[in-house]
């Protein structure tokens, strides 16, 4: 019985994900009233409701100090000021390494980049879905094959580097990533650069933020004194006599990692009303989105397996009841709900439900849209695109991992 209540269940699932995705298939190339899929979450600090929580530091131009991110918005119809908790830019990069992460699981395959080498017997690996600027990024314009040809001069290099705005199907195909999170060629010169807005946006804020303060300081558990010493490139010495030695650097013993720092007052994160996420997979991005001279159901399909990666990206990274942003910033889960977004209806919004929202779901999501676009002719790799760094870059990753004098103390 129990078999048979599962077997019914397995069924159903599959009914409504091969609905799901007729539905995404439609909507990704403009055919349906669903303009896009919309994510909206809050949140609240792990320690509860007021908790004190760090957005990330920048250095603010108007004070050139450190600060946060503020700036006015309406939320709820009101204006009200927020700070930023969590750009566009680094949830792009939350869902890219919770996708990677599933590909070194096994759990799936996306094409992608891998550049590896050794420096100072420690392995070093960086991908397109971790690069900044992901398969563009001067990491992979720096790079070669294993026949020592440098990357833009391969054939999948130059197909890369030749693709347009009318055909980005080499980047459906090696980086399908790039078109769900966007990507700028930037690093190559030429007269019209290939540009991909994102399909993908999410970005975290918080509500009304009350600014908080801290101590900074360091204690010494043996109360070494602060004095002056003598540094050279192998390690520090105490200065011998009544003042250093002529033409040698000099730093306080606090700089270096012992002795007291005083406790003086910095910024100490923010407490708010509340975290919001606002996520959203535009469909008029993908549906704008060419594939040069291919038939109309290989660039629908192609559209759709897009949204299928977004769609799993952002349940990969987002979908478990608490998230983590950084030191001092740990979140949990207060309400969360994804819907189409369609077309509107006597002035009012119109939103329904997303049918599923958990990552098995989005998992056999996916997996029914890339069966589909490999029917259709997609070609999709089964590993990575291989590459290692050229003289140059390998030069500069072994000098970053070289342990080269002390390093400056700071705060904690």
Partial sequence: MAQRVLAVVAYWRSI???????????????????GAIRVRAIYEPT?????????????????????????????????VTVVLLDQRQSQANRCEQALLDAVRRQDLFIPHLELTTEAEGVPVR???????????????????????????QTEPGTALRQASSGDLGVYLRLVPSDLVYGAWDSHRKRRIQVKVPRAYTSEMYGVAPLAGVRAAGRVDSLN?????????????????????????ATARMSELGHGMIPPSEEIGGVSVKAVHRQGTVSMAQLASLRFGKVSEEFSVAGRALLAAIALLGDRLAFASPSLHLRSGCDLVVVSE???WVQRGQDGRPVTQP???????????????????????????????????????????????????????????
């Fill in 16 to 34: 409504n994900i091969v609905k799901l995705y007729e539905r995404l298939l439609a909507a990704a190339s403009g055919q349906s009233n669903d």
């Fill in 47 to 79: 320690g509860g409701p007021g908790g004190r929580i760090f957005p990330p530091t920048v250095k603010l131009k108007a004070t050139d100090a450190a600060g946060y991110l503020t700036e006015p918005r309406y939320v709820d119809g009101e204006p």
């Fill in 126 to 152: 960086i991908t397109s879905m971790e690069a900044p600027h992901r398969s563009r990024d001067a990491y992979f314009r720096d790079a070669q094959d294993n026949d020592g040809t440098p990357f833009d």
């Fill in 224 to 248: 070494l004194a602060g004095d002056t010493v003598e540094v050279t490139g192998t390690g520090w010495s105490p200065v011998k006599g009544a003042k250093p030695a002529k033409g040698v």
């Fill in 337 to 339: 709900q994804l819907e």
């Fill in 354 to 412: 997303l049918e599923a929202v958990t990552i098995s779901d989005m998992l056999a999501l996916f997996e029914t849209a890339l069966e589909r676009a490999v029917k259709e002719g997609l070609e999709w790799p089964v590993a990575p695109l291989g590459l290692r760094p050229n003289a140059s870059l390998q030069q500069a990753i072994a000098k970053s991992y070289e342990t080269v004098g002390i390093g400056a103390v700071e705060d904690e």
